[in-house]
């Protein structure tokens, strides 16, 4: 066994290189975080062969002391944290002081830099071998520039590893779109190879942000965004949200900032894919741009090497502010939300009295707000007992739709005709100067499956059990709450062999698990028994039932498996009770059924995740006909 040695600079150098310095994108990223932490208003990046043959930072920032400038290629040496309350409180993007001398010790790296109080620049130079840094006078504005040249040219085994150019500039060009995200107020220019590809001016008005997200994320994105803005407990969360209609096969436009920094965090992810829940079709990923400011102290930035990640001190109150700004918005949506950004996507002739996505307020967060209302069309349709007009579908009524289904006796979704009456309902466009409502005025049935609406857009196409499905849906979950959630004893309790980390975890979450509709009791080390389960789930597997909610609480805290069981339960018994496809509507019928769609929660999708209703604009129909050309 050899001997405990020191090991020598370079060499300790080169292995913090290797969780820094990933490829030419984690050398622009440190370099970029620098440069903005310095107060830099535009920040300037050049690279050559995709960042291996050149990057070159230029910022306008305070820019370094030349006394200081050795001292800042060395390890652990920063000016942004000095004590442990610093570290304990980080406002900053980088405070390692790490990076610099990790990047110098596998690069050809010099330093030009000048403060306001000097006349002149000064450079330093290092490269890989010797470390040594050699000091000599330079010109350069206020500000400074950072060269680093053949990365990795003293690490074969690592320049082994890269990709192509195009890949790794993709990777440069992520990056630099991320920093552009977060700082509105600086101004970004990226050349590659003495091309251009992205010159970003600072953005300091509502417009001009939109316009950097339009710029950096797509016209499409931020047409069918929805701007948020939402403050509680001391966090504030705000930014841009796509509608569930323009989800993506891929997380690639998915971007969350937290206090300036970009992070990738499991707890955010989940509250998110829980706002999205009940609105995404299979596989698909919502986008979105969000920003979330909390107080430094509560958040820890120090828990990973490329400080991609954090840990909240209260990561529950996080989570469920998450969720539920989102949700909260995502509920909101209502049809023109969507119409705004089909027919700015539009070509040719948009209608009037539609405007485009772009500067629409923002959802502010207000408690008792979006709330359903009651419309005719839902009395006629979605139970055995149809409800008369205009009033709510009572809890009594969704359990005794849950019991038909249970007996086996089935769904009267055909209701009599006596039975079914409608409030007189506008059914013709109206004049010039009235309001419009948002889906129109429906004209035809199509198929005995679709709606056919015409509004000042174009023409509006609404799959009516898709519709009204989302209608019933929304209208049970509103009933189960005013209810609340109802708890069956079970007669033979269910016995389970879990691991003594689970069974612990059932016994401390007791109450949690009871606010749930379960009972769950620690009969052993190893051992639980179940006594009681919500009464809508009494036909689910009670085992995997718990299996999953325990799960849950390891992975996030908390467990949400009840109430999705729940929703799924009662998005089948909303699918049942629905208007199918063939049975004839009349006029009033179909414009009851839009006007309902306008007034109901996520009413753009079914409860499956796909669309209710499409548009086609009035643009789109010429191009068939080729009009106007």
């Not at 630099?176 to 990226?190: K, N, P, V, W, Y």
């Not at 009681?532 to 009494?538: F, G, K, S, V």
Request: hydrophobic residues 40%; contains cysteine.
């Amino acid at each position: 066994m050899p001997h405990i040695q020191l090991l020598s600079p370079r060499l300790a150098n080169q292995i913090a290189a290797g969780e820094v310095v990933e490829r030419p994108a984690s050398v622009v990223k440190e370099l970029v975080e620098n440069a903005l932490d310095a107060g830099a208003c535009r920040v300037d990046i050049e690279l050559e062969q995709g960042g291996v043959k050149l990057i070159r930072v230029r910022d306008d920032g305070s820019g370094i002391h030349e006394a200081d400038l050795p001292l800042a290629l060395s390890r652990h040496a920063t000016s942004k944290i000095l004590t442990l309350d610093d570290l304990e409180a980080v406002g900053t993007l980088g405070f390692r002081g790490e990076a610099l001398a990790s990047i110098s010790s596998v690069s050809r790296l010099s330093l030009t830099s000048r403060t306001a109080e000097q006349e002149a620049a000064s450079r330093v130079e290092v490269e890989g071998r010797d470390m040594d840094a050699k000091i000599s006078p330079a010109a350069h504005p206020v500000g400074t520039t950072v060269e680093v040249r053949d990365l990795f040219f003293n690490t074969p085994a690592r320049r082994k590893f890269l990709r192509t150019e195009k890949t790794e500039f993709n990777h440069v060009d992520e990056c630099i779109r991320r920093q552009a995200l977060s700082r509105f107020d600086a101004g970004f220019t990226l050349r590659h190879n003495q091309r251009v590809v992205q010159s970003l001016r600072p953005a300091e008005s509502d417009i001009d942000k939109e316009r950097r997200i339009s710029a950096l994320c797509g016209q499409q994105f931020i047409d069918n965004a929805v701007v948020i803005e939402a403050e509680a407990s001391g966090l504030r969360l705000w930014g841009w949200v796509a509608l569930p209609t323009f989800s993506r096969s891929q997380a690639d436009l998915q971007y969350f900032f937290v206090n300036g920094r970009v992070i990738r965090d499991k707890l955010v992810a989940h509250a998110v894919r829980q706002a999205y829940r009940d609105v995404l079709y299979n596989n698909r990923h919502p986008a979105f741009v969000l920003y979330l400011e909390v107080d430094p102290a509560t958040v820890d930035v120090n828990v990973h090497p490329t400080k991609h990640e954090v840990r909240f001190r209260d990561g529950r109150l996080v989570h469920d502010f998450i969720f539920r700004t989102l949700h909260r918005a995502l509920a909101d949506v209502r049809p023109d939300d969507h119409l705004r950004g089909a027919v700015a996507q539009s070509f040719g002739r948009e209608p009037e009295n539609v405007q485009s996505g772009v500067g629409q307020p923002p959802f502010q967060s207000q408690p008792g707000q979006g709330g359903i209302q009651p419309s005719p069309f839902s009395s006629g349709f979605g139970s055995s007992a149809p409800t008369p007009p205009q009033q709510e579908w009572k809890a009594s009524d969704q359990m005794a739709f849950y019991n038909s289904l249970n007996s086996g006796g089935g769904v009267a979704v055909e209701p009599q005709a006596d039975r079914f009456s409608t409030p007189p309902v506008a059914t013709t466009p109206p004049q010039d100067g009235e309001e419009e409502p948002p889906l129109g005025y429906a004209i035809a049935q199509l198929h005995g499956i679709y709606i056919l609406a015409q509004s000042r857009s174009g023409m509006i196409v609404v799959d009516m059990h898709a519709a009204h499905e989302r209608i019933t849906y929304e209208r049970m979950k509103r009933a189960l709450v005013e209810q609340d959630l109802k708890s069956q004893p079970l007669l033979v309790p269910v016995s389970l062999a879990v691991s003594q980390k689970e069974a612990a975890l059932a016994e401390s979450h007791g109450e949690e698990l009871q606010q749930l509709g379960l009972q769950i009791e620690r009969i052993g080390p190893e051992t639980l028994a179940v006594r009681q389960i919500p009464a809508l789930l009494r036909g689910a597997d009670t085992e995997q039932l718990v299996r999953d909610v325990l799960a849950d609480l390891i992975e996030n805290g908390q467990s949400d498996r009840v109430e999705a069981v729940t929703h799924e339960l009662l998005g089948t018994m909303a699918c049942h009770g629905s208007v199918r496809a063939n049975r004839q509507l009349t006029i009033p019928e179909m414009n009851s059924l839009l006007r309902d769609m306008e007034a109901t929660e996520r009413s753009g999708q079914c409860n499956h995740g796909r669309p209710t209703w499409t548009l086609v604009t009035l643009s789109e129909l010429d191009k068939l006909f080729l009009r106007g050309r």
